[in-house]
């Protein structure tokens, strides 16, 4: 079975500053890709950023970054000169590397951004 | 390029109502899914169509629920005789059939409550 835990309910930052949410997974496969999904209040799922397994290389999106260690099962999400826009609740997902198949999220990451 | 769309945003009915909600894919997109997200929990899976066939089902999806992808663009699911315990927010979303990078978008849910 696959799982994905993320194990801070809520963090808090202020405005400009670095932030990383962490998250672990579990998984028998070897080929996957990873998410962070974000959703603001009364709003919907948008993607953040998209890791696939068989890439070392860690992925960037502005000022959204992963540091993926395939080995410890760990991905985590490092937001860097945090904006209030980015106040919403942080999701880490995991699907196989197969077209058709399920997202599995974790049960999220609440992150208010401060001024 | 319009996102997912869904309908209606929200829904309040009686215990043992039948409901239907309505999720209309990105245009291009042939695969569609539908997801359950509980107050405080990550989205989790209900079902998947490729085109107009159903071709997963979680055992989330009870008797009660059946969805369906007539001509295989938009979808609806119908929960029937509805329990207190099926309130939640409903998310479709839908990813394009290149490859297996499958990136999956959602829609901005339907949210059910049911009294």
């Known amino acids: 079975a696959q799982t994905v835990t993320q194990s801070q309910p809520e963090m808090s930052v202020q405005e400009a500053e670095t932030v990383t949410l962490s998250c672990t997974y579990d998984?028998?496969?070897?080929?996957?890709?990873l998410f962070w999904y974000k959703q603001p209040p009364s709003r919907q799922m948008i993607l953040v950023i998209r890791?696939?397994?068989?890439?070392?290389q860690n992925a960037t999106e502005n000022r959204f970054s992963v540091n993926f260690q395939k080995a410890a099962k760990s991905f985590s999400l490092k937001i860097s000169d945090s904006q209030l826009g980015d106040t919403a609740m942080y999701f880490c997902?995991?699907?196989?590397?197969?077209?058709?198949?399920?997202?599995?999220f974790g049960k999220g990451t609440t992150l208010s951004v401060s001024s | 390029d319009t996102g997912v769309s869904q309908n209606p945003r929200h829904k309040i009915t009686k215990r043992g109502q039948n409901v239907t909600f309505r999720c209309d894919p990105i245009?291009?997109?042939?695969?569609l899914y539908w997801y359950r997200q509980t107050l405080g929990q990550g989205p989790e899976f209900l079902t998947y169509?490729?085109?107009?066939?159903?071709?997963?089902k979680s055992r989330l999806l009870s008797d009660r629920f059946s969805a369906e992808r007539p001509k295989g663009s938009f979808s609806t699911l119908e929960i029937q005789r509805t329990e207190q315990g099926d309130s939640a927010m409903y998310l479709c979303?839908?990813?394009?059939?290149?490859?297996?990078?499958?990136?999956?978008?959602f829609g901005p849910g339907t949210r059910l409550t049911v009294l």
């Open positions: 169509f490729q085109n107009e066939a159903q071709l997963e």
């Open positions: 890791q696939e397994a068989y890439k070392q």
């Open positions: 979303a839908s990813s394009s059939p290149m490859g297996t990078e499958d990136t999956q978008y």
């Open positions: 245009s291009e997109h042939n695969r």
């Open positions: 998984t028998s496969e070897n080929n996957y890709y």
């Open positions: 997902a995991l699907r196989q590397n197969q077209a058709g198949t399920a997202l599995i």
